[in-house]
């Protein structure tokens, strides 16, 4: 093995090169830069290329790993931070990337996405473990350009779109719209107060419109323009 030794000292290396072309650094590495973490990248231009020569299906790969001796809920297992000077030589973090465990005991993690304000520094997105997608602010689809269109799809056995007014605590007003899955039959319900489902309105296989009637089970059954 060949060793660099520090202040002559043989047994306090910083560096370890073995017979198998293995390269071991004892303490930061800087590369162009006198480091401030484990590894300091320092230079103009691209910073790291990762490529892979595996034959199989799997490329490149990069891994964040927080190996703790105490795992617990809301542990961050990684975060990707972008930034930079804003004013002069001031820095800021302008946004983030965060793999949380909302449940470690049951494997279950989310991937958020953070913006900057000013100073709001705050979750934008969530995505949690059983693929429920989280916006904390307002949605906008717009095209790429004049000469393309958008569309928002929703897609399941029954697709739903619900629209919640929070209350507090007596409980949340819904609208509630929704393809049933007979015959596509699309309904739209109405919650006050947390309470049960109560349809409002449905458009029928038949093109039938029907509307709530005087309440419970009672409809009336109206036909525009149907079959």
């Known amino acids: 093995d060949f060793r660099v030794a520090v202040n002559n000292d043989a047994s306090n290396h910083a560096l370890k090169i073995t017979n198998g072309k293995h390269a071991t650094f004892y303490g930061k590495l800087g590369i162009g830069v006198d480091p401030t973490t484990l590894l300091h990248l320092n230079g103009s ?5 990762v490529e892979s020569t595996n034959t199989g299906s799997a490329g490149a790969q990069i891994d964040l790993l927080h190996f ?14 972008f930034g930079g000077y804003y004013s002069g030589t001031d820095s800021a973090y302008s946004s ?11 494997k279950h993690g989310q991937l958020e996405f953070w913006t900057r304000d000013g100073d709001d520094w705050a979750q934008r997105l969530r995505i949690d473990h059983d693929g429920t997608t989280s ?7 717009l095209p790429l350009s004049s000469t393309h269109s958008t ?20 409980g949340d007003d819904v609208v509630k719209l929704t393809v049933e899955n007979d015959a596509a039959v699309f309904d739209i319900y109405k919650n006050n107060d947390g309470g049960g489902n109560v349809r ?22 109206h036909s525009w323009g149907g079959s």
Request: glycine letters at 12%.
């Open 135 to 141: 916006n904390t602010g307002d949605m906008a689809l």
């Open 151 to 170: 569309a928002f799809t929703v897609k399941g056995y029954e697709p739903s779109i619900n629209l919640t007014k929070t209350r507090g605590s007596s």
């Open 68 to 81: 703790t001796s105490s795992p617990a809920d809301d542990d961050i297992t990684g975060l990707i931070n």
């Open 96 to 106: 983030s990337i965060r793999s949380v465990w909302t449940d470690v005991s049951e």
């Open 200 to 221: 409002m309105l449905r458009f029928d296989a038949n093109n039938n419109i029907v509307l709530n009637g005087s309440g419970g089970n009672g409809y009336d059954t």
């Open 45 to 49: 231009g691209d910073a790291i290329r």
